[in-house]
């Protein structure tokens, strides 16, 4: 990513979405418009490039969503996620926590045979355990939007980056928002993983700067 040189297929990080969104070389689609360079290309990834990723979501069933599908990336691409989301949207209740905290050792046997989602055991244990965790910050604080927002003080940050080397694995919000989590007893949610989500879901604003999206959410917040 950080070069022309031909790139090899590999199992990579939760990350991988965001590195090379800050690739030294934004993409330009059409002699005007800059954008990151991460889709490659690739339909999919394009169209959740434009229509999804950092941008500020407060719904709690979004958050939920965007919560089982980056945990079940660990280990993955963002890719074959996004191919199996409508696998993941039918099985898993159309990630409605109330209903996945519900599932049970039936449940999980019948999803270990499913391949529209990652058949990854100790993943749908933590995908059920977090929806029933999910549940009980609800209650705590009215909503889980208002609990996750609460770490960035219910604004959007500027990551303001330039290139590859400016993008952390985490930052001190994740940090603290992972420990917190795992005290409340949530799984698979490390700083890393939760940093991603804070991109995912806008609490953080990780377009490459010349992206034309960096400007547009940048202006949704001043």
Not at 68 to 76: C, N, P
Request: a positive charge; glycine letters at 4%; one cysteine or more.
């Amino acid at each position: 990513m950080r070069s022309n040189q031909a790139v090899r297929p590999l199992k990579v990080s939760v990350l991988f979405v965001v590195r090379a969104c800050t690739a030294s070389f934004p993409l330009r689609r059409n002699n005007s418009v800059s954008s990151c360079s991460w889709p490659r290309g690739n339909p999919l990834m394009v169209r959740y490039h434009d229509r999804e990723w950092g941008k500020p979501v407060k719904n709690d069933r979004k958050i939920f969503e965007f919560l089982v599908l980056e945990s079940a990336q660990a280990g993955l691409s963002w890719l074959t996620i996004l191919k199996k989301r409508d696998g993941y949207r039918k099985t898993f209740a159309n990630f409605e926590p109330r209903l996945v905290a519900r599932f049970g050792v039936r449940d999980i046997e019948k999803l270990m045979k499913n391949q529209d989602i990652v058949r990854n055991r100790l993943k749908i244990e933590a995908a059920i355990n977090n929806a029933k965790k999910f549940l009980e910050v609800q209650k705590e604080f009215g909503t889980f939007s208002q609990y996750m927002w609460n770490f960035v003080k219910n604004k959007p940050m500027d990551g303001k980056r330039k290139n590859l080397e400016d993008l952390p694995a985490f930052n001190k919000e994740s940090i603290a928002l992972a420990r917190d989590l795992k005290k409340r007893g949530f799984k698979f949610l490390g700083p890393t993983i939760v940093y991603a989500h804070m991109q995912a879901i806008g609490m953080i604003n990780d377009h490459v700067r010349p992206c034309f999206h960096y400007k547009e959410l940048k202006n949704l917040v001043e």
